[in-house]
């Protein structure tokens, strides 16, 4: 197919500043396009390398910053249908792509002319602009780190594993993917599902007749369908039967992702001492804001005893409560959130039934919309005269001041093909290096789809989540940088978390609720008593949440600590567990055979402890808003953290960042007192 007839690879042209044509895109464009994306960026590349003119910033760095505008825009594309519309053909595309892809990023890194240049201009970059300094900072020693300076057998060898590796990440989330959409949980009877509300039987009955199986209640193998159905029903052997269901994503079966993991950690230990590291973990922290993995660690272990002592508490407290109701078993992993939920209406005269009937997913977005306008200046208008790839997907207009400032896609339902989880992309990253060019972000959530004529509504985890993702996507909708290497959210992996983790604070505050939490029936404002008992109610069962997301964490750097030893997936995970105190009544959060953030990319792997460490910022970072004068809304103090951190992506150092914004390094105190925990 012809590179000028594929929509994948046409300039994003048309009304507000131009957008991917999703409604020409078929799947049989996207091999074709990869294919002329990486032959484009192959020649650009050599062209800069070879250039017979000696090297200056303009004619190597910001020449590489524009090199492939072709692949650029036909992986930004083919990463929206690999997420969210995964079917069979995407699967092979992705198959196909995934090592030639990490074959293409070598063969830039590993090319000893262009390295040269670039050590060239960073070497003399005292002349530069402070911009410019920190743009030939970020890409020497990013080509130092993955191995530009290596001796040729090794850059051969380290290309090999790489490829192995993209194939291996590819299958793992592949493999979670099938077991998500193959399995789900058939339930015959509707007396077995008694403690569900309507919306979920609703949801269930329309997921069955999906599946072929009128007259049933099916839930999907995701965490959107599974964590409600533990919360609420009252079916103990169900619960059961969902639970290992879902725990066991990738577990054996066809689908058994426990020989992949033994292979990429063996892989990932060669990797890093190629690269003259000790371990994985030690290469990744060394990039990272941590620095060593011992400092990750001693940030984890800090929060673990604290964590894991309120899990004793509320073991209690739910113990005691089953065995009034007449239920004289241990609580097992099953029962941690059913019980949960009847602690917390009897402790807080407060149940999820009360509260979601206010959490009304298009009014929450309205006040996302709203809070970003008052603390940013933001303005959001919904488009209809832009392709989108799916009926469920929504197109905004963002400006300020009457002026564009980019677009924001919102995917917020499951569906099959879509991964499950929440996250941002980004289309288009904000840049003035090849003129004036606005971003285009997208979130995407995966709430179960509402009746047909009924509004969508959420949990108040959920909520969370919505308002994280957004925060995620106001970092890279304030994005104001030259250069796309350094804008928007590509900032180190502990620091990125920060703006989506402080965003969820302004969930909770009383000006959110009042106007934004209203009935779906009514329209009456959620009263404020109900408020007052949410707000009391905030750190309800930090223990579990601290906790299993902890587990996952030290199990991830352990694993990565333990260098060339072969590593059994199964019994590395039962012996780190006892070996650091799991409490038996919960489970990690991610089990190996499906933690995406651990196997299907390096993005998190070794670095799962980024999310505490951005929350040791975002914690201290919300205590700024706390202890104004204005509250969460003060202008000022927005203005300070649109200055210093939203805005400026990369173009500083992240410690830097945040102390220009803050006046001091951020403590562990903050995070300990946000979560409710005893500070030293």
């Excluded at 789809?449 to 969508?456: D, K, Q, R």
């Excluded at 939203?646 to 903050?670: C, K």
Aim: aromatic residues 10%.
């Amino acid at each position: 197919m012809p590179s000028t007839d594929n929509p994948v690879l046409a300039p994003w042209t048309g009304p507000h500043g131009g957008a991917p044509a999703f409604d020409k895109v078929e799947t049989a464009h996207f091999q074709p396009a990869l294919e002329a994306g990486m032959a484009e960026r192959r020649a650009d590349v050599e062209a800069i390398a070879t250039n017979p003119a000696p090297p200056t910033f303009e004619n190597t760095l910001a020449a590489l910053e524009t090199a492939g505008p072709l692949l650029d825009r036909a992986s930004r594309i083919f990463g929206v249908y690999g997420s969210t519309m995964n079917t069979a053909d995407v699967r092979e595309v992705q198959t196909w792509s995934a090592p030639k892809m990490a074959a293409l990023r070598d063969e830039v890194v590993q090319n000893g002319a262009l390295f040269a240049r670039i050590k060239s201009v960073y070497e003399a970059r005292g002349s530069l602009t402070p911009e410019q300094q920190r743009l030939a900072t970020v890409i020497y020693e990013r080509f130092v780190r993955q191995g530009a300076a290596l001796g040729d057998a090794d850059k051969a060898k380290l290309s090999q594993i790489n490829q192995r590796l993209a194939g291996l990440y590819t299958k793992f989330g592949q493999n979670v993917l099938a077991d998500e959409e193959g399995e789900a949980l058939v339930v015959d009877r509707e007396a077995d599902l008694a403690g569900l509300d309507d919306e979920q039987k609703d949801a269930a009955a329309a997921e069955a007749k999906k599946r072929d199986l009128a007259g049933k209640w099916a839930f999907a193998n995701t965490r959107s369908a599974m964590e409600p159905f533990l919360t609420f029903a009252d079916n103990r052997a169900l619960r059961e039967k969902a639970f290992k269901l879902f725990n066991g994503r990738g577990d054996g079966g066809n689908n058994d992702n426990l020989p992949l993991i033994t292979e990429i950690m063996a892989l990932r230990a060669e990797k890093a001492k190629i690269l003259g590291q000790p371990t994985f973990a030690h290469w990744i922290a060394d990039g990272q804001m941590s620095k060593t993995p011992d400092a990750a660690m001693k940030l984890l272990t800090a929060v673990w005893g604290p964590a894991s002592a309120r899990v004793a508490e509320e073991v209690a407290e739910m113990t005691d409560l089953a065995s009034a109701e007449g239920a004289n078993e241990p609580i097992a992993p099953w029962d941690y959130r059913y019980y949960g939920e009847k602690v917390r209406k009897a402790k807080y005269d407060l149940d999820e039934s009360e509260v979601k009937p206010y959490l009304q997913l298009s009014k929450l977005v309205e006040g996302m919309f709203w809070a970003a306008n008052r603390l940013f200046g933001l303005s959001f208008t919904k488009l209809s005269d832009l392709p989108v790839y799916h009926p469920d997907v929504t197109v905004y207009e963002v400006t300020k001041d009457g002026q564009r400032v980019g677009l924001w896609y919102f995917d917020p339902f499951a569906r099959a093909g879509k991964r499950s989880g929440a996250w941002m992309s980004e289309y288009r990253t904000q840049q003035r290096v090849d003129g004036d060019v606005t971003p285009i972000v997208s979130n995407n959530e995966n709430y179960i789809p509402p009746a047909p004529g009924e509004p969508a509504l959420i949990s108040w985890t959920d909520a969370v989540t919505l308002f994280h993702e957004f925060g995620h996507g106001l970092h890279g909708l304030n994005s104001n940088v030259t250069y796309p290497s350094l804008a928007g959210t590509a900032v180190l992996r502990d620091f990125v978390e920060l703006p989506s983790q402080l965003f969820e604070h302004w969930l909770p505050t009383r000006e959110m609720l009042g106007k934004f939490a209203v009935h779906a029936e009514t329209g009456e404002p959620m009263p404020q008593a109900l408020v007052d008992k949410l707000l009391r109610a905030e750190n309800f069962h930090q223990g579990f949440k601290t906790t299993e997301y902890l587990a996952c964490a030290i199990l991830d750097l352990k694993a990565h600590l333990k260098g060339a030893e072969a590593i059994d997936a199964a019994t590395f995970e039962a012996e780190a567990l006892e070996e650091i105190g799991m409490p038996h009544e919960i489970v990690l959060r991610h089990r190996l055979p499906h933690f995406l953030h651990m196997f299907s990319s390096e993005g998190y792997a070794a670095g799962y402890y980024n999310y505490i460490w951005a929350d040791t910022l975002s914690a201290d970072a919300a205590e700024a808003f706390a202890e104004s004068s204005g509250g969460f809304y003060d202008k000022a103090v927005a203005d300070r953290l649109l200055a210093e951190v939203l805005s400026v992506g990369n173009t500083l150092e992240p410690g830097e960042a945040y102390r220009r914004f803050r006046g001091r390094d951020a403590g562990i105190d903050a995070l300990m007192r946000d979560r409710g925990f005893a500070t030293a």
